[in-house]
């Protein structure tokens, strides 16, 4: 069965400074893996995804995400943290083997400090 | 160019009552899939409509039905409402049935039961 982690429930950083938000998988083939903000009140928008290739997956808003098979991890990162990145961020994976659905893991809620 | 559309954005049921959910999906996208999204937690998935026919259904019982109409657009209904069953409900479409795509969600739902 397929299943993501994300081991921090809520991270805290100071407006300007750098983010990592942390996503394990498990899945038993190739995973093809999401990550999605939710802002308070508002579905899901895709900040990127990752099914092959350069394992370093550039996004929207300055997000980019680093796919390690060995660690089987897809962070996400961005350099520098704007009080609009104050929202929930949902790692997914999904594949083949799945069909057509997502399993995302527990979310991350990001707080901003000025 | 529209996203995809849900209706009603809040209600409020008692117990034991019947609710239809609804959704339009992205123009061009012809899949459909329905999520349930409990708070703090992350969506899980229900059911997956392509060319009128639930394709994949994840772990809900039986009272969680749908349909998919010639123009795409779906329903979720649910029968025999628990408390259990307040949650944000998403839709998400996608063009075809191949996972790499990536959904594109809707606002959601919010299901209140008394």
């Known amino acids: 069965a397929q299943s993501v982690t994300q081991p921090d429930i809520h991270i805290t950083v100071s407006e300007g400074a750098s983010l990592e938000l942390r996503c394990n998988y498990s899945?038993?083939?190739?995973?093809?893996l999401f990550w999605y903000v939710q802002s308070p009140g508002q579905g899901l928008q895709l900040l990127l995804k990752?099914?092959?290739?350069?394992?370093l997956v550039q996004g929207i808003k300055g997000f980019e995400a680093e796919f390690k098979r060995s660690q089987s991890s897809f962070n996400l990162r961005k350099p520098s943290v704007h009080w609009s990145d104050a929202a929930e961020y949902f790692c997914?994976?999904?594949?083949?083997?799945?069909?057509?659905?997502?399993?995302f893991g527990g979310g991350t809620r990001l707080m901003v400090k000025p | 160019d529209a996203g995809v559309t849900q209706s009603p954005t809040h209600l409020i049921k008692t117990r034991g009552q019947q609710v239809t959910l609804r959704c339009s999906p992205k123009?061009?996208?012809?899949?459909v899939s329905w999520y349930q999204q409990a708070l703090g937690q992350g969506p899980q998935f229900i059911f997956q409509y392509y060319e009128e026919e639930e394709r994949q259904r994840g772990n809900f019982p039986d009272r969680f039905s749908g349909h998919q109409f010639p123009n795409y657009s779906s329903e979720l209904n649910v029968n025999a409402l628990l408390l259990g069953d307040s949650a944000l409900y998403l839709c998400?479409?996608?063009?075809?049935?191949?996972?790499?795509?990536?959904?594109?969600f809707g606002s959601g739902t919010r299901l209140t039961v008394v």
């Open positions: 899945y038993g083939a190739t995973p093809y």
């Open positions: 123009s061009g996208h012809d899949t």
């Open positions: 990752y099914f092959s290739g350069d394992t």
């Open positions: 997914a994976v999904g594949g083949n083997n799945a069909g057509n659905m997502l399993t």
């Open positions: 998400a479409s996608k063009p075809g049935q191949a996972v790499g795509y990536g959904y594109t």
